[in-house]
Every structure is written in structure tokens, then in C-alpha cells.
């Protein structure tokens, strides 16, 4: 059974940074894409980027490029998101979901991932 677990949420000033992780239990991420997602109060849940565990490759959605990056920690079997210049717009739940088959053209297809961690919080506010 594959768990993920996010850790790393808080609450920050905006232009501040954070980190938050995905780690895996029950298998590695070889094979996965593992993929960020957040959903802010009273917003539907909206794709933050990804990344290929085999090979690396990443992609990260525009209203984060810039500000946002995505990296894989192998020796740790977990994924990380690197959050900068945060701003209030930030906010909200944000989620990793791993899937072992789906292809990079449906990266931001939330339905596509089988596996999903149950959230960590993050409060940008001055």
C-alpha cells in the first residue's frame, strides 16, 4: 500500500519562504511522477507542478514559474516543493499525488493520480 505524507505547511509572512515535502511509505518513487496540488477555501483544487522521479523532469504551472521549484531528494525517497516570494494568493491545502503510469500531457489531471497524501497547510499573511 502506498502512502504519501506531506510535512512542512505553516504559516508565513508574504515574500517569505517555505518547503514542504512528499515522503513515501510502502514503495519508492522510481517509476512515479509525483505532483503538487493545493486547494485554497471555497477554490477548486488547482494543479503546482511535477516532476518525473526517473530522470527528473519537472514542470510548474505559470502563475508559480519563477517563485516555485520542484526537486527530488533520492536518498530520502521523498519530493519537495520550494516555495519563494510567497504571497497572500498562496494559501491553501496543498497536496502530493503520485502515479506510477500517467503521461506527461496529463501531468495537471488531478483524476489521473491513484495516490494522494492528505495535506499540508500553508498561510501566507502579513
Known amino acids: 500500500q502506498v502512502q504519501l505524507v506531506e510535512s512542512g505547511g505553516g504559516w508565513v509572512r508574504p515574500g517569505d519562504s517555505l518547503r514542504v515535502s512528499c515522503a513515501a511509505s510502502?514503495?519508492?518513487?522510481?517509476?512515479?511522477?509525483v505532483a503538487w496540488f493545493r486547494q485554497a477555501p471555497g477554490k477548486e483544487r488547482e494543479f503546482v507542478g511535477a516532476i518525473k522521479w526517473n530522470g527528473g523532469s519537472t514542470y510548474v504551472a505559470d502563475f508559480v514559474k519563477g517563485r516555485f521549484t520542484i526537486s527530488k531528494d533520492s536518498a530520502g525517497n521523498t519530493v519537495v516543493l520550494q516555495m519563494n516570494s510567497l504571497r497572500p494568493d498562496d494559501t491553501g491545502a496543498y497536496y502530493c499525488a503520485a502515479d506510477s503510469r500517467i503521461i506527461r500531457s496529463s501531468w495537471s489531471n488531478a483524476e489521473q493520480y491513484d495516490y494522494w497524501g492528505q495535506g499540508t497547510q500553508v498561510t501566507v499573511s502579513s
Open positions: 510502502g514503495t519508492t518513487f522510481r517509476g512515479y511522477t
